[in-house]
C-alpha cells in the first residue's frame, strides 16, 4: 500500500476535488462540479470534471494510477451508466475503478468505513445509515425541486424569500438579507431572471447561504432562525434513516453544510439527541479510504453493495455469466413482491427510463455505425439482424416495419432467428446455444462483402449471435456487436462495438426488460436514422410510405398539402396520377413537372426528394 497510487475524487454539483497520494507524495486539484451521472451525456460531463481537476493537479495525459475511487452525484439514479463510466475511466486511468455515490464516500469518511448514518448535506441534502449487518436506507436526496430540507438550497431560497419579503413589505422580510442580496445581484427585481435564466438554479439560490450564514453571525434574528430551521430538518431526515435500518447507530452531520457554524451545529445536535458525533474525515477521504481498501484487504461486506468496481482495463472482475451486469440482482428490491402495484410500476419504469440516457452516450459510435450502413445499403447491400429470444423477436419487428413505412424491398433488411419464425410465438430453449445454426443462417442468406450484419445479444456471449458475426465477418461483411455489458465478448467479434450497459434488471436476468428496451430503441434509430440518410423522408415526412390502405392514402395526401401547400383535392389528383407515390406528387407538384418526369429526377438523385428539388433544371 505505501508504493500505492491513489486517485480520490469527490464531485458533486457544486465541485469537483480531486488528491493523488503517490510515494512521492500528495497533490491536490479541483474544478467545476455536474449536474449527475444521470444528466444529459452524464457520462462525458464526470469524464471531463475529473480530467479538469487532475490538470488542476499537475496531472497529464500520461499519468496512470493504480485505482480510482470515486463518489459521484447521481450514482443511484444512473444504475445503467456505472459500467460505462467505470470502464471509461479505467482505460485512462488505472486499471481499477471504485465508483460509489458522494454519500456513500461521505459516510465511508465520516465514519472511516464502520457503521452510522451520515447526514450529508452541501447544495443537496439526503442521509445515509449503514449498520455493520449491511442493511442500509437512504432518505431524502430527492432533488431541490422535490425534497433537499435544510440543504444549502433551502437555506439560500429562505434567505431569498426574506430578502424579497423586505423589499415588498411583507411579513418576515429581513434587512440584513436584502442588503447582502443586493450587493451579490444588484436589484432584487432581476433576482428571478437570474436564477431561472441559470443552467442550475439550485447552485445559484444555494450560494446565497454563506451570506445567509454571515448574516445570521452578525446578529440578524431572521437569518439565525433560517439556520435553526435547516438544523432541525437534517435531524429530521437522519432520524427517519436511522429508524429505517432499526438499529441505534451514531450521527454525523458532514458535507459542504457541516462547517457552516455553530448555530446548525447546535441545532442538530439538539434535534437528534444522543449519539451525535463528529465526522473522521470528508467525502474525499471516503473516496481514498475506498481505493485503499481494494487494493488491501478488500472492501468490507457491509459497503460491497453499494459500490461499483470495474477491473483490468474496463472489464468486471472475474468472468462467467454471474458475473455480467445484466445477471446482477438488485439488494434493493428484496421485498418487491411485497409491495403495491403502484412501486413496482414505479420501480419498472424508473429503471425503464434510465436506457435512453445510457444510449445517449454512444451517439457517437452509432452515428459512425449508420453512416456505413448507408453507404453499403445505397451501393445495393443489405442488412441482417441476429438475434436470439427477445433479440430475435425485436429484430423481426424492427426489420418488418420498414417495408411500409418507408417502401424498401423487404429483402434490404432482414432478421435471421435463432430458432427461426416459429420462436416468434414461442420460445425456442436452448436454440441460442446452436453456434453451427448460426453460422448455416448466415451462409443460407448468401450474406457478402456489401452486406451489413448486426448481432443483437444482451449478455454479450450468445454463441449464435456469435458464429453468426464470425461467419459474417469471413465473407467480408460489415459487422456490428451490440450488447448489454461492458467489456462483452461479443464485441470482440465485431467491427463496430455497441455496449449499452444497462445494469441488473428489475427482475433480475429479465433482459426484456431494460436490455430489451436499450435494443429496440438502438434499432429503432439504427433503422430510422439509415432510412433518413437513404433519402427515405423529407423533413419529418415519410415520403416513400406506401399507401396501401385508407388510413395511409389519407396520410399521403395530408403530407402532400403541407410539403406543397397545395389543396386536398389537388394533392389526391397529383397521388393518382403519381400511383399514389407520395415522393413522386411532391416533386411533380413542386417542380411543375410530369409525373414521368419527376420519377427521373428522383432516380437520378438516389431516391431524394429534397435533391431532386434542388437540382438546377
Known amino acids: 500500500m505505501s508504493n500505492a497510487r491513489v486517485l480520490a475524487v469527490d ?27 444521470a444528466g444529459v451525456d452524464g457520462v462525458r460531463q464526470v469524464e471531463s470534471a475529473v480530467e479538469r481537476a487532475a490538470r488542476d493537479a499537475g496531472l497529464g495525459s500520461d499519468d496512470r494510477v493504480d485505482v480510482v475511487s470515486i463518489g459521484l452525484v447521481g450514482y443511484h439514479a444512473a444504475a445503467s451508466l456505472r459500467e460505462e463510466l467505470g470502464r471509461r475511466l479505467a482505460r485512462r486511468w488505472a486499471g481499477i475503478v471504485v465508483l460509489a455515490s458522494d454519500v456513500t464516500t461521505t459516510h465511508v469518511g465520516a465514519f472511516d468505513g464502520g457503521p452510522g448514518v451520515v447526514m450529508a448535506a452541501g447544495t443537496g441534502a439526503v442521509a445515509l445509515a449503514l449498520d455493520e449487518d449491511g442493511r442500509s436506507a437512504i432518505r431524502d436526496g430527492w432533488g431541490f425541486l422535490l425534497g433537499d430540507d435544510g440543504s444549502g438550497y433551502a ?58 450564514l454571515a448574516a445570521a453571525q452578525e446578529g440578524d434574528e431572521i437569518a439565525r432562525q433560517i439556520w435553526i430551521d435547516a438544523g432541525r430538518a437534517l435531524a429530521e431526515t437522519a432520524l427517519a434513516a436511522r429508524e429505517a435500518v432499526g438499529a441505534e447507530l451514531p450521527v454525523s452531520l458532514a458535507g459542504g453544510l457541516a462547517g457552516a457554524g455553530e448555530i446548525l451545529t447546535e441545532s442538530f445536535a439538539a434535534a437528534v439527541g444522543s449519539g451525535v458525533q463528529a465526522a473522521v474525515g470528508s467525502s474525499l477521504d471516503g473516496a481514498r479510504r475506498l481505493g485503499e481498501l481494494v487494493l488491501g484487504d478488500g472492501i468490507p461486506t457491509h459497503l460491497r453493495e453499494l459500490l461499483t468496481v470495474v477491473e483490468s482495463a474496463g472489464a468486471p472482475a472475474g468472468s462467467g455469466l454471474g458475473r455480467l451486469a445484466t445477471e446482477g440482482a438488485r439488494e434493493d428490491l428484496l421485498d418487491l413482491d411485497q409491495r403495491s402495484t403502484a412501486d413496482v410500476l414505479r420501480e419498472l419504469w424508473t429503471a425503464e427510463a434510465t436506457v435512453p440516457t445510457a444510449l445517449l452516450t454512444l451517439v457517437p459510435e452509432v452515428a459512425e455505425v449508420v453512416d456505413e450502413v ?40 432482414q432478421a435471421l432467428t435463432a430458432g427461426g419464425t416459429k420462436a416468434l410465438l414461442r420460445a425456442a430453449e436452448g436454440a441460442e446455444d446452436d453456434a453451427d445454426a448460426g453460422e448455416r443462417a ?8 456489401g452486406d451489413v450484419v448486426v448481432g443483437l445479444t444482451a449478455s454479450g456471449r450468445t454463441p449464435f449471435v456469435i458464429s453468426a458475426l464470425q461467419a459474417a465477418k469471413a465473407r467480408g461483411a460489415l459487422t456490428v456487436g451490440m450488447s448489454g ?28 426488460l431494460m436490455a430489451g428496451t436499450a435494443q429496440k430503441l438502438f434499432l429503432n434509430a439504427l433503422s430510422t436514422a439509415t432510412m433518413i440518410r437513404l433519402g427515405k423522408t423529407y423533413g419529418p415526412y415519410m415520403v416513400d410510405m ?15 398539402t403541407r410539403v406543397t401547400g397545395c389543396s386536398a383535392d389537388e394533392a389526391e389528383r397529383a397521388l393518382e396520377q403519381a400511383d399514389w407515390s407520395t415522393k413522386v406528387a411532391i416533386v411533380t407538384l413542386l417542380r411543375s413537372v410530369s409525373p414521368a418526369d419527376a420519377r427521373g429526377l428522383l432516380e437520378d438523385n438516389r431516391g431524394s426528394v429534397r435533391a431532386a428539388l434542388e437540382v438546377e433544371a
Open 11 to 37: 464531485l458533486g454539483k457544486t465541485g469537483c476535488r480531486l488528491t493523488l497520494h503517490a510515494p512521492e507524495g500528495v497533490r491536490e486539484g479541483e474544478g467545476p462540479g455536474v449536474v449527475g451521472l
Open 155 to 212: 437555506v439560500g431560497r429562505a434567505g431569498l424569500r426574506a430578502a424579497l419579503s423586505q423589499v415588498e413589505g411583507r411579513a418576515g422580510g429581513s434587512a440584513a438579507l436584502a442588503e447582502k442580496a443586493q450587493a451579490r445581484w444588484g436589484e432584487l427585481v432581476s433576482v428571478p431572471a437570474v436564477v431561472h435564466g441559470d443552467e442550475h438554479p439550485a447552485r445559484v439560490v444555494a450560494s446565497f447561504a454563506r451570506d445567509v
Open 374 to 413: 448507408a453507404d453499403r445499403l445505397a451501393a445495393g447491400g443489405r442488412m441482417f439482424y441476429v438475434g436470439a429470444g427477445t433479440p430475435g423477436r425485436l429484430a423481426y419487428v424492427d426489420a418488418g416495419e420498414l417495408p411500409p413505412t418507408f417502401g424498401t424491398d423487404p429483402e434490404l433488411v
Open 442 to 449: 448466415v451462409l443460407d442468406a448468401d450474406v457478402g462483402a
Open 485 to 512: 455489458n461492458a467489456g462483452a465478448e461479443v464485441s470482440g467479434f465485431a467491427d463496430h462495438a455497441i455496449e449499452v450497459v444497462t445494469g441488473p434488471e428489475v427482475i433480475s436476468g429479465s433482459t426484456r
Open 546 to 560: 406506401r399507401a396501401t390502405n385508407h388510413k395511409l392514402r389519407h396520410r399521403a395526401i395530408r403530407m402532400v
